[in-house]
């Protein structure tokens, strides 16, 4: 069975940090472009960030620019996303996804893989 499965969600304070792990079984990422993406109640599911099957480009949306960090480590088949100085705004599910297709703009870019997601929740 081919899935991707988010772990590292939670509650953080405002200000805070997470780390989500995505893994993958049954495929491996190596190959794969690796994103992730957010939705919070009510509003539509939006890009966050994606990186390169060689992890040599990331891109990000201007919301999370400069706080998020993606990466991978394709010998734990294994992507992961840096939260840092999280905001109350940043609550939402978030998904990480894969494709073969490269990545050139989270924005516009349509994985064929999803995980289930992961709930982040930014509160005092």
């Known amino acids: 069975q081919l899935q991707l499965v988010e772990s590292g969600g939670g509650l953080v304070q405002p200000g805070g940090s997470l780390r989500l792990s995505c893994a993958a079984s049954?495929?491996?990422?190596?190959?794969?472009?690796i994103g992730w993406f957010r939705q919070a109640p009510g509003k539509e599911r939006e890009g966050v960030s994606c990186i390169t099957s060689t992890g040599g480009s990331t891109k990000y949306s201007d919301s999370v620019k400069g706080r998020f960090t993606i990466s991978r480590d394709n010998a734990k088949n294994t992507a992961y996303l840096q939260m840092n100085s999280l905001k109350p705004e940043d609550t939402a599910v978030y998904y990480c996804a894969a494709s073969t297709l490269p990545c050139f703009s989270v924005t516009y870019w349509l994985p064929s893989k999803w995980g289930q997601g992961t709930q982040v929740t930014v509160s005092s």
């Open positions: 049954g495929f491996i990422l190596d190959g794969y472009a």
